[in-house]
């Protein structure tokens, strides 16, 4: 099974960030909003299996994210950037604190209230976004956190930290998650080759007597 890849490229981030703002111009009322996907999913370490979750007044006005995260059953902390803060609040003003902020269109049979996206749909607003920003990688939901881990990395080059903020049991683990022990593979293999020496050599003009 091929891995997903984080989006490695700045300029690639920055054109699907405006891919996103203007699907999110021409929007209905109950569409997601591209642009905050992205902006959570780039710019913290949470999976879009939490963060889907998240009503408005978990995110607004709040300097971090407090969830428990469904896969480990943890509790999580974390802090959202000022940057980042203002953007998210900026997004969800005028919106109502117990909506989710991915709403979906389809409500819950039993309470009648809209549900959040589901993770298939994130997974195929991720694809539509890196296929019209023209990225012929693997993508999926895990691009986004792993995007994330990619740039902390290549910014801080600190691993430890990225190791705990990933919740990583060893820094390989990590360095193979965010897609950096593949690019050195990668660069290893640029200038290695194995071929035949070149027709017109001394040495194949003049084949070296054994018995010397």
């Known amino acids: ?75 999580a902390r974390v802090l959202i950037s000022p940057r980042v803060r203002r953007e998210i609040n900026r997004l969800l003003a005028g919106r109502k604190p117990d909506e989710y902020i991915f709403q979906s269109r389809q409500k819950n049979a039993v309470t009648h209230q809209y549900e959040p996206l589901t993770r298939q749909r994130v997974y195929q607003i991720i694809n539509t976004v890196a296929r019209q920003a023209g990225i012929h990688e ?9 995007t994330f881990g990619y740039h902390y990395y290549q910014k801080t080059g600190d691993v430890v930290s990225l190791q705990r903020i990933l919740c990583h049991s060893f820094q390989r683990e990590t360095l193979v998650y965010i897609g950096v022990v593949e690019d050195d593979i990668n660069k290893s293999l640029m200038d290695f080759a194995l071929v035949g020496k070149r027709k017109g050599s001394r040495e194949a003009e003049a084949p070296r007597n054994e018995e010397e």
């Open 1 to 75: 099974m091929n891995e997903v890849q984080p989006i490695r490229d700045p300029e690639m981030l920055e054109r699907c960030y405006q891919i996103a703002q203007a699907h999110d111009k021409q929007r209905g009322k109950r569409e997601a909003c591209w642009e905050l996907i992205l902006l959570i999913g780039f710019n913290t370490s949470l999976r879009v299996s939490d963060f889907r979750r998240f009503r408005v007044s978990d995110l607004r006005g709040r300097d971090r994210a407090i969830i428990r995260a469904k896969k480990t059953g943890k509790e």
């Open 138 to 146: 693997r993508i999926g939901c895990h691009t986004l956190r792993k």
